[in-house]
């Protein structure tokens, strides 16, 4: 079993920076991979960043790329998700997830995440 704390959300005008963390607890040493969603209000939860602990390769949405930067600490204690030239479109409530599963390409799918966060509330306004 993994727990999984979020912290690091909030308000922020457009064009800032906001790094969210996820602090993971228990079966950590059985984590393989690290995912970022998020989920607008009426909209489905879609991915955002996600961090293979094998290959250290990392994906991003087309719609972060470039502006977000997941990663971890060397024990994966606590995972990091940097955010950069926010915009409001950006605003969202953004979920942590451990993947059990070893993979060499990290998973952009829900379904592979077998724990979750709890949530944090970004929000993107001047």
């Known amino acids: 079993h993994v727990q999984l704390v979020q912290s690091g959300g909030g308000l922020v005008q457009p064009g800032g920076s906001l790094t969210l963390y996820c602090a993971a607890s228990?079966?950590?040493?059985?984590?393989?991979?690290m995912g970022w969603f998020r989920q607008a209000p009426g909209k489905e939860r879609e991915f955002v960043a996600a961090?293979?602990?094998?290959?250290?390769?990392?994906s991003y949405s087309d719609s972060v790329k470039g502006r977000f930067t997941i990663s971890g600490d060397t024990k994966w204690d606590t995972l990091y998700l940097q955010m950069a030239s926010l915009k409001p479109e950006d605003m969202a409530v953004y979920y942590c997830?451990?993947?059990?599963?070893?993979?060499?390409?990290?998973?952009?799918?829900?379904?592979?995440?077998?724990?979750w966060g709890q949530g944090t509330q970004v929000t993107v306004s001047s």
């Open positions: 228990g079966r950590t040493n059985e984590m393989y991979g």
């Open positions: 997830a451990a993947d059990m599963t070893a993979r060499i390409i990290p998973s952009t799918t829900r379904s592979s995440y077998a724990y």
């Open positions: 961090l293979s602990r094998v290959s250290e390769r990392t």
